[in-house]
């Protein structure tokens, strides 16, 4: 088993940055792929940025290049999230997800290679 903590969500404005974190235990952190999620009501559960098991590869959504960095510390059993220049548009509930690794150096951005999930943590933008 796996449990997923998610932290750092809060209400900013335009242009302001967050850092969530997810904490991870139950499991060996190490061989877990990393995700993360957002969802607004009403919408579906979209993915934002992966972290291979060693954090040597990673992939964000197309929205956020150049705005979010995923970054994990295996010593410490937890991803983060570096969030700048948000934006309105990335208001959501964002949800820490672990899946098994079978794949040395493996990424997924697909929701259904993860089969743990966080409570989420609310990030919400204003203009």
């Known amino acids: 088993q796996v449990q997923l903590v998610e932290s750092g969500g809060g209400l900013v404005q335009a242009g302001d940055s967050l850092k969530l974190s997810c904490a991870a235990s139950?499991?060996?952190?190490?061989?877990?792929?990393m995700g993360w999620f957002r969802q607004n009501p009403g919408k579906e559960r979209e993915f934002v940025a992966t972290i291979s098991t060693s954090g040597g590869r990673t992939n964000v959504v197309d929205s956020v290049k150049g705005r979010f960095t995923i970054s994990r510390d295996n010593a410490k059993n937890t991803m983060y999230l570096q969030m700048n220049s948000l934006k309105p548009e990335d208001t959501g509930v964002y949800y820490c997800a672990a899946a098994l690794a079978y794949t040395i150096n493996s990424y997924y951005t697909a929701l259904s290679r993860y089969a743990y999930w966080g409570q989420g943590t609310q990030v919400t933008v204003s203009s």
């Open positions: 139950g499991r060996s952190f190490s061989s877990l792929v």
